[in-house]
């Protein structure tokens, strides 16, 4: 990741919605980002192209207004993909890189579309709204890698994908796996409550767990390493570890989250 934006061109985005909204705060957020240079194409205003187009923003560009865009943002449900690009296919610069972080929407598809122009595919998280993101990331285009990475490095851990077939993991793995951490979070506060908590005191503690355990790895330990240092010998942690593995409980879970999900994508890329 890197402190601040240094890519120098216009941007478009197209889609302000759940995530759409996140990058745009996550680029507000970012030292050196130039508001003014961001153009957000959205059917309707949310509090994400209002706080934009009070830093500076242009919301529903002109055509005219495009043709500085070096790098096009499809943030669009893959559905309404088409429809949605079709208008500034031709608008953008020639030489403009597409950047789409839609799920299962290939990029050849894409690239048809855009009439050959160069494109990055982005798997990220919602997590680039507050600077703390991750985003898989594949192109076999030198240039969409490189304009792709500048444009998310200040509020994301960009990971290199050799394939991109491998979108579809990094999708179960980590677009869609905040919400699977929030489930077991969920649970975990239920559980808590059939042992006698209060609904308010286990989610607020389940919460603080969730918060803790993000901590715990921020500095860049490894994951056996931050179990070891809370499992203590003979202790409460290590009887639950245990129970979690009991017939491969945990990674039967996580196997079935993830496998579900890259079986969707594979779905929406037909
Ligand atoms: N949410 C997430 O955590 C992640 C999402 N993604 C991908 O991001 C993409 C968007 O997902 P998400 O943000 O959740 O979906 P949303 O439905 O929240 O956002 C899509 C936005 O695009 C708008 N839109 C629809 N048609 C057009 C159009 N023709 N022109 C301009 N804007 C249009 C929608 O407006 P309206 O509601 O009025 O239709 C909506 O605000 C998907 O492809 C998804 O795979 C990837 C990683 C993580
Ligand atoms: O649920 C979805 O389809 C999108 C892609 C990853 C996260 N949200």
Redesign the pocket.
């Known amino acids: 990741m890197t402190d601040t934006f240094t890519l120098d061109t216009d941007i478009a985005l197209?889609?302000?919605?759940?995530?759409?909204?996140?990058l745009v705060e996550g680029w507000l957020a970012t030292p050196g980002f130039k508001a003014d240079r961001l153009k957000i194409?959205?059917?309707?205003e949310?509090s994400a192209t209002d706080q934009a187009k009070a830093a500076g923003a242009t919301i529903n560009p002109s055509p005219e207004q495009m043709k500085g865009v070096g790098i096009l943002v499809?943030?669009?449900?893959?559905a309404?993909?088409r429809?949605?690009l079709q208008p500034f296919a031709d608008v953008i610069p020639e030489d403009a890189v597409v950047a789409s972080?839609?799920?299962?929407?290939r990029l050849d598809d894409i690239r048809k579309a855009v009439g050959g122009r160069p494109v990055a595919r982005l798997?990220?998280?919602?997590a680039v709204a507050q600077r703390q993101g991750v985003a898989g990331l594949y192109s076999p285009d030198q240039k969409a890698r490189d304009v792709a990475t500048a444009l998310f490095e200040g509020m994301a851990d960009v990971v290199p994908l050799e394939a991109e077939d491998l979108l579809d993991p990094a999708?179960g793995v980590a677009?869609?796996a905040?919400a699977f951490v929030y489930a077991f979070i969920q649970a975990l506060a239920r559980a808590g409550e059939a042992e006698g908590l209060k609904p308010d005191a286990a989610v607020r503690l389940a919460r603080g767990a969730l918060r803790s355990a993000a901590a715990g790895v921020s500095g860049g330990q490894s994951l056996e390493d931050a179990i070891e240092r809370i499992a203590s010998k003979g202790g409460t942690t290590r009887a639950g570890l245990d129970a979690l593995e009991v017939d491969g409980g945990a990674a039967r879970a996580a196997t079935a989250a993830v496998s579900a999900a890259v079986a969707k994508a594979r779905d929406l890329s037909r």
């Open positions: 197209i889609g302000c919605g759940r995530l759409g909204s996140a194409i959205e059917q309707y949310t499809l943030a669009i449900k893959p309404v993909w429809e949605a972080v839609m799920a299962g929407v798997m990220p998280t919602t999708t677009g869609s905040p």
